[in-house]
C-alpha cells in the first residue's frame, strides 16, 4: 500500500513563494515518476510539473520558470518550489506518484494566492 502525505500549502500575496513536500510511503519500485497536479475551483485537474526517478523533469507552460520541482530519492520525498505566484496559481494542489500504470494521489493541500 502507497500512501502519499503532503504539506505546506498555506494563503500567500501575488508575488510570494511557498514550497509544498511530498513523502510517499508504501512498496515503491525503483523507477517511478513523482509530481504534482492541481484543481482550481470549477476547472478539471492539471498537471503542474513531474520528475522521474532519472532526474528528468517536466513543467506545464504556465508554470515554467516560476516553479520548480525537485526529489529526493534516498527518502521518497517530492517538492514543489512556487515563486512569483499569481491569483490563477490558487487551487488544491496534489502530489501523484506513478509506478509503471498505477496511480496514487496525495490528500491535497490548498494554496491560496491574494492579490
Known amino acids: 500500500q502507497v500512501q502519499l502525505v503532503e504539506s505546506g500549502g498555506g494563503l500567500v500575496q501575488a508575488g510570494g513563494s511557498l514550497r509544498l513536500s511530498c513523502a510517499a510511503s508504501?512498496?515503491?519500485?525503483?523507477?517511478?515518476?513523482m509530481g504534482w497536479y492541481r484543481q482550481a475551483p470549477g476547472k478539471q485537474r492539471e498537471l503542474v510539473a513531474t520528475a522521474t526517478s532519472y532526474g528528468n523533469t517536466n513543467y506545464a507552460d504556465s508554470v515554467k520558470s516560476r516553479f520548480t520541482i525537485s526529489r529526493d530519492k534516498a527518502n521518497n520525498t517530492v517538492y514543489l518550489g512556487l515563486n512569483s505566484l499569481k491569483p490563477e496559481d490558487t487551487a488544491v494542489y496534489y502530489c501523484?506518484?506513478?509506478?509503471?500504470?498505477?496511480?496514487?494521489w496525495g490528500q491535497g493541500t490548498h494554496v491560496t494566492v491574494s492579490t
Open positions: 501523484n506518484l506513478r509506478i509503471t500504470v498505477e496511480h496514487y
Open positions: 508504501g512498496t515503491i519500485f525503483s523507477f517511478n515518476v
